[in-house]
């Protein structure tokens, strides 16, 4: 009998430590399951965010595109261009400087260097006019630019041409859109080009420095590099030895680009100096062909970081209840030494609510992983869609924005109600046109894709710059005044975004103008600690109670003017730089205050054209 209970409580042992063994060998296998599912469809969720961010990018370079080329078509529609007459070249400057300002010019009175310099050549290739950009110096009026690629390609052609890349006298690698202007009988007079450095171009698409994080490639049509994190793989052919050397020859990356220079887009995952990469690539149609070819690079590592974090704490939480669990029923296997005679039943409940808790795990996860696709399928749809709708808003209203400034800045002789009729058209287009762009910038932020490009710029210059771009937006009916007293901003600088801020401090001040008819709107700023604060108070009617605490969210208006995304916007730029924004009402009951701070830094003074490129063509 002695035995038999000695065989019956080693049976019951063993019994017990095989339950624990298959409870933690369940426990990792549906743990292993589970956090496989979960990236699995995180994976597919990037890819399908990715197809669709680089194609709304291709789809934004060849709106750009589209409008830099229909811009040199008004010119080479000019009389005065079609002249042979050189008489009119001091005209013919100042109207291609125009065109300059407006194409490096955003919708916000941002500068944005696109494009470096114009150039007007005759039938023979010499140069007679070239208008560039301040920082620009070399002049190349009376060079010979016949043997150039981007006027042998309108001559020869007779029809507008995007080149591809090429090296200029400053051994930097350009790019540049060419359209020929002709005679009533269609023989060759000259041509108009726009030249534009590669590498500023491309720079305000995405990031094309930083290989870590997700970063952009441009090929030409002949797969030379025009952008490219690595600058060794700059200004070589991707099909050539040495950038094949540089991917190691991988065939999968290989067929990707040969599919997508066929006109057809795609995608690849491959491995590249020892990371695993998603790439998708997208061609950029230009007068109805595939000319240049943009990609989009992930390390996949980026995209598995955040949910590693997560799957390894709910995996910690997890295995402490499982050992917890595993202590309990070791101490029911000390009791079974006593011989108590509960303990078969105690082990069985224990068993019974281990496996329970195990399927539970199961089927929630099941669950979240299923309301997880759902949630970012739905959130995909509406941003490719919101995506698509911005750009084809844009594609309409560009043309529509240039073509009407053009004839607004020509000295023609148009009576009131007709000029009044082009100013309605064209405030309205730009209308439309930051809303596009509003409507972008919402998408770049909620997708985590907004990109800043920090350089150190003085405070008191953008204080001026914006101040004075508002005053363009005051009308006849308001009488309002414009104040900068900032004597505390000077000498002082930051580390930010110079077109961003801009953006902020303009957004700031439309809306004070928009809400004030009479008084003043001032603009100040202090120091305060490692802060500069920047304020804006007007004398308007204030922020409405009803919308106080909703103020920096999307769609926070109750005026008929607005979208309500421009404080969105605003706050989400602020904080990326590190600092933050607020409003208040006035103390006197006239108007609000609207202010936001940003970190100072103490660094060197800033050098003069600190940022902007010192060499011509």
């Known amino acids: ?117 114009l150039l007007l050549m005759d039938r023979n290739g010499m140069v007679i006019a070239d208008v560039r950009e301040a920082g620009v110096d070399e002049n190349f009026e009376g060079l010979d630019a016949s043997s150039m690629q981007y006027f042998q390609d309108v001559s020869s052609t007779l029809k507008p041409s995007f080149s591809k890349g090429f090296v200029g006298l400053d051994e930097d690698l350009k790019i540049a859109a060419s359209y020929p202007i002709l005679d009533e009988n269609g023989e060759l007079l000259g041509a108009i080009s726009a030249i534009a450095l590669s590498s500023t171009f491309f720079q305000h698409y995405g990031n094309i420095y930083d290989i870590e994080s997700q970063y952009l490639s441009v090929l030409d049509r002949d797969s030379l590099h025009l952008v490219h994190p690595l600058q060794s793989l700059v200004g070589t052919r991707f099909f050539g030895e040495f950038a094949q050397d540089t991917t190691a020859r991988t065939e999968v990356l290989n067929n990707l680009v040969a599919d997508v220079m066929q006109g057809r887009p795609g995608q690849a995952v491959y491995e590249f100096r020892g990371s695993e990469r998603l790439t998708m690539g997208h061609p950029i149609y230009l007068e109805g062909q595939p000319t240049y070819f943009v990609f989009v690079i992930t390390p996949t590592s980026a995209v598995y970081a955040n949910v590693d974090v997560a799957l390894s704490s709910q995996r910690i939480e997890t295995f402490s209840l499982l050992a917890g669990t595993t202590a309990t029923i070791f101490i029911l296997i000390i009791f079974l030494a006593l011989w108590n005679s509960n303990l078969r039943r105690a082990v069985k409940a224990k068993t019974e609510q281990l496996v329970e808790a195990n399927e539970q795990l199961s089927i929630a996860n099941k669950q979240l992983t299923e309301n997880y696709e759902k949630l970012h399928a739905s959130e995909r749809m509406q941003k490719e869609f919101i995506n698509i709708a911005a750009h084809e808003l844009r594609t309409p209203v560009q043309p529509i924005i240039g073509l009407s400034d053009v004839l607004l800045g020509e000295q023609h002789s148009f009576d009131p109600e007709t000029r009044q009729l082009l100013q309605a058209i064209h405030r309205n287009a730009l209308r439309l046109y930051r809303l596009s762009s509003d409507i972008l910038d919402v998408t770049r932020i909620d997708s985590g894709s907004l990109q800043l490009a920090k350089k150190q710029v003085d405070v008191m210059e953008i204080l001026k710059q914006t101040v004075k771009t508002a005053e363009t937006l005051i009308t006849d009916d308001k009488r309002i005044k414009l104040v900068l007293a900032a004597p505390q901003a000077e000498n002082l600088r930051v580390l930010a975004d110079n077109e961003r801020i801009h953006q902020v401090l303009l957004n700031l001040l439309s809306n004070a103008i928009k809400f004030t008819e009479r008084g003043t709107i001032t603009v100040a700023c202090e120091k305060k600690g490692s802060d500069v604060v920047i304020r804006v108070t007007d004398s308007g009617t204030g922020i409405d109670p009803e919308i106080m605490s909703r103020l920096f969210t999307k769609f926070a208006t109750k005026s008929y003017h607005g979208t309500g995304l421009g404080l969105y916007i605003s706050k989400s730029i602020v904080e990326a730089h590190g600092g933050r924004i607020w409003a208040e009402n006035n103390p006197d009951g006239k108007g609000a205050t609207f202010a936001f701070s940003l970190p100072v830094i103490a660094t060197a003074p800033i050098m003069a054209g600190d940022g902007e490129p010192k060499s011509a063509d």
Do not use: C, W
Request: no cysteine; net charge negative.
């Open 1 to 117: 009998m002695k035995a038999y209970l000695l065989d019956l409580k080693t049976v019951s042992i063993i019994i017990v430590i095989a339950i624990i063994a298959i409870s933690y060998g369940l426990f990792f296998y549906f743990q292993n399951v589970t956090e496989n599912q979960i990236k699995s469809s995180l994976f597919v969720q990037q890819e399908l965010r990715q197809e669709a961010n680089t194609k709304a990018l291709a789809n934004h370079i060849e709106s750009d595109l589209s409008l830099l080329m229909a811009n040199l078509r008004v010119l080479a529609s000019s009389p005065d261009f079609q002249s042979t007459d050189r008489s009119n070249l001091t005209e013919n400057r100042a109207l291609m400087q125009a065109v300059l300002d407006q194409i490096n010019t955003d919708s916000q009175g941002n500068h944005a260097l696109l494009i470096q310099r």
